[in-house]
Nanobody
Framework: QVQLVESEGGLVQAGGSLRLSCEAR????????MGWYRQAPGNPGNQRDL??????????DYADSVKGRFTISREHDKNTVYLRMNSLKPEDTAIYYC?????????WGRGTQVTVSS
């Protein structure tokens, strides 16, 4: 069983920075994709939107809204993925969820709140 343990989010002013981390615990296969999704207040049906992902080979993908501001990275030996968030905006306020995909399985963290004040 895989467990994803996220760091605490927090409250930050607009323009500030924050780094999230997520450690995958349990039986972790080396080939997988890890990423971050977020659920903004008022999202219909509690929809989670992709923020960023990174493959085990190091390929990355970002939502257009965070390109140039957020950076995803990972440490394989620690089974940990990081999300560095710079130039935060109030619209980045959301619950951030860590995600790991090892086909055909998908795992989620419990979520961590990030609030950006204007």
């Amino acid at each position: 069983q895989v467990q994803l343990v996220e760091s605490e989010g927090g409250l930050v002013q607009a323009g500030g920075s924050l780094r999230l981390s997520c450690e995958a615990r349990g039986v972790i296969f080396s080939i997988n994709t890890m990423g971050w999704y977020r659920q903004a207040p008022g999202n219909p049906g509690n929809q989670r939107d992709l923020v960023a992902l990174i493959t085990s080979g190091g390929s990355t993908d970002y939502a257009d809204s965070v390109k140039g501001r957020f950076t995803i990275s990972r440490e394989h030996d620690k089974n940990t993925v990081y999300l560095r968030m710079n130039s935060l905006k109030p619209e980045d306020t959301a619950i951030y969820y860590c995600n790991l995909v090892r086909v055909p399985y998908t795992y989620w963290g419990r979520g961590t709140q990030v609030t950006v004040s204007s």
